[in-house]
């Protein structure tokens, strides 16, 4: 019998973002010119033409969530390959039981500067209209990220489950506009966002990882722990840590012959404490005999085995 038991999936919002992994050159970002008139009051001879804005910013949802209560709390996640002095986001999602509760900044706009390097802060506001939600980000001061092309938590989005909805397995995302105002073709702030979920390419994020009330700690590391009980009649659970780029994980029994006995997991896990039972049969079902067996733990980068007894 497979018995899985997920013990810890996230630690909160500080660690959720580990998930998102966005593919983001620090390439030319492209985009229509739709400026009629210069910043001095002259005609924009590039007007309707595609030109280059700057070093490209892109965007990305966490695959996973946070559960405080009856709030959701979803992540966005941020790649600025040269500095960002605010954003504009409409954010489109499919479930009509999640309500809009609250807005709050990710690392990426707590950690701003303006031109001369002093440590400066963001606004940050959101306003739900009809269908979607408006996120605004802005600084009176000239603040900017770091802009360091490296991935980071952009803003948490907080909604509320309406009362007796059941919780989604997963809710689909889409951004309608998505604005990204750089600071290399200062003043003229022009977008430099090159990926995001648009209405073509949503971002399904799924909710079977999640945390209760900010959970704890997700494993920095592998590893493999000894089975309880052992030695063991008729069921024994095996706990074992999977890290963040876990990926592709097997846990295998093997007799003392070193021949598979069973295949408990093969498959991909997400980052989390994890607790496996086993009740002594093999791949078909079938009972094994009394004897001294070994547990396996295998990923790309790791491998541990160890030793467990049963006892008929």
Same mark, same amino acid.
């Given at each position: 019998?497979?018995?899985?038991?997920?013990?810890?999936?996230?630690?909160?919002?500080?660690?959720?973002?580990?998930? +998102?992994?966005?593919?983001?050159?620090?390439?030319?970002?492209?985009?229509?010119?739709?400026?009629?008139? #210069?910043?001095?009051?002259? !005609?924009? $001879?590039?007007?309707?033409?595609?030109? =280059?804005?700057? #070093?490209?910013?892109?965007?990305?949802?966490?695959?996973? +969530?946070?559960?405080?209560?009856?709030?959701?709390?979803?992540?966005?996640?941020?790649?600025?390959?040269?500095?960002?002095?605010?954003?504009?986001?409409?954010?489109?999602?499919?479930?009509?039981?999640?309500?809009?509760?609250? #807005?709050?900044?990710?690392?990426?706009?707590?950690?701003?500067?303006?031109?001369?390097?002093? !440590?400066?802060?963001?606004?940050? #506001?959101?306003?739900?209209?009809?269908?979607?939600?408006?996120?605004?980000?802005?600084?009176?001061?000239?603040?900017?990220?770091?802009?360091?092309?490296?991935?980071?938590?952009? &803003?948490?989005?907080?909604?509320?489950? =309406?009362?007796?909805?059941?919780?989604?397995?997963?809710?689909?995302?889409?951004?309608?506009?998505?604005?990204?105002?750089?600071?290399?073709?200062?003043?003229?702030?022009?977008?430099?966002?090159?990926?995001? $979920?648009?209405?073509?390419?949503?971002?399904?994020?799924?909710?079977?990882?999640?945390?209760?009330?900010?959970?704890? &700690?997700?494993?920095?590391?592998?590893?493999?722990?000894?089975?309880? $009980?052992?030695?063991?009649?008729?069921?024994?659970?095996?706990?074992?840590?999977?890290?963040?780029?876990?990926?592709?994980?097997?846990?295998?029994?093997?007799? &003392?012959?070193?021949?598979?006995?069973?295949?408990?997991?093969?498959?991909?896990?997400? !980052?989390?404490?994890?607790?496996?039972?086993?009740?002594?049969?093999?791949?078909?079902?079938? $009972?094994? +005999?009394?004897?001294?067996?070994?547990?396996?733990?295998?990923?790309?980068?790791?491998?541990?085995?160890?030793?467990?007894?049963?006892?008929?």
């Amino acid at each position: 019998m497979r018995k899985l038991f997920v013990i810890v999936l996230t630690s909160g919002l500080l660690l959720t973002g580990a998930w +998102a992994e966005l593919d983001c050159p620090p390439d030319s970002s492209y985009h229509i010119d739709t400026r009629t008139m #210069l910043p001095d009051g002259s !005609p924009n $001879p590039t007007y309707g033409q595609e030109i =280059a804005t700057g #070093l490209c910013g892109c965007l990305g949802f966490v695959d996973g +969530a946070v559960i405080d209560g009856n709030n959701i709390i979803f992540t966005i996640r941020m790649v600025d390959n040269e500095p960002i002095r605010g954003i504009e986001l409409d954010i489109f999602h499919d479930n009509v039981d999640l309500s809009y509760a609250g #807005l709050s900044k990710g690392s990426k706009l707590e950690d701003v500067q303006d031109e001369d390097g002093n !440590p400066r802060t963001m606004t940050l #506001l959101g306003n739900y209209l009809e269908d979607h939600l408006k996120v605004l980000a802005y600084s009176t001061s000239r603040a900017r990220t770091t802009g360091d092309g490296t991935e980071g938590d952009l &803003i948490h989005i907080t909604y509320a489950l =309406a009362e007796g909805a059941s919780m989604p397995e997963a809710v689909t995302f889409y951004f309608g506009l998505a604005n990204l105002p750089g600071t290399s073709m200062d003043p003229e702030l022009l977008n430099v966002v090159c990926g995001y $979920p648009d209405e073509n390419n949503q971002a399904v994020v799924s909710t079977s990882t999640v945390s209760v009330d900010g959970g704890e &700690i997700i494993p920095e590391k592998f590893a493999l722990n000894q089975n309880y $009980p052992n030695p063991f009649n008729p069921s024994t659970q095996i706990s074992f840590d999977v890290p963040i780029g876990g990926d592709h994980v097997m846990l295998n029994i093997y007799n &003392i012959l070193g021949q598979n006995v069973n295949t408990l997991i093969n498959e991909v896990l997400s !980052p989390g404490a994890y607790k496996m039972e086993w009740d002594a049969t093999d791949a078909f079902g079938s $009972p094994v +005999a009394s004897g001294i067996y070994f547990y396996e733990l295998r990923s790309k980068t790791f491998t541990a085995r160890k030793k467990m007894l049963l006892i008929r």
